[in-house]
Nanobody
Framework: VQLEESGGGSVQPGGSLRLSCKVS????????MRWVRQPPGKGLEWVST????????KYADSVKDRFTITRDKFANTLYLQLNNLKIEDTGMYYC???????RGQGTQVTVSS
């Protein structure tokens, strides 16, 4: 099993990024997947989940209406669209498969003026 995040970067407040998580070893639509992040000096915090099968989604209140989680079952890739970024969105972003506790190496998002 491998999860490989990409797409992070440095943006100004109000900017956008699209994070990707390329998965190998299992089919992502068969499992619930989620994004979590770790702000500087803080612990991991949940950002968003997309459930297996039908793909219902959930978001933390802090990112609701700004972030969108999606998946492409043909590319076996999970995405997180980040819009209207705020300074407090800064952190390392990880994709995870909760079942089995799999996590990628992360991609850094930095929002600063």
């Amino acid at each position: 099993v491998q999860l490989e995040e990409s797409g992070g970067g440095s943006v100004q407040p109000g900017g956008s990024l699209r994070l990707s998580c390329k998965v190998s070893g299992f089919k992502i639509d068969n499992f619930s997947m989620r994004w979590v992040r770790q702000p500087p000096g803080k612990g991991l915090e949940w950002v968003s989940t997309i459930n297996a099968g039908y793909g219902t989604t959930k978001y933390a209140d802090s990112v609701k209406d700004r972030f969108t989680i999606t998946r492409d079952k043909f590319a076996n890739t999970l995405y997180l669209q980040l819009n209207n970024l705020k300074i407090e969105d800064t952190g390392m972003y990880y994709c995870e498969r909760p079942l089995g506790d799999f996590r990628g190496q992360g991609t850094q998002v930095t929002v600063s003026s």
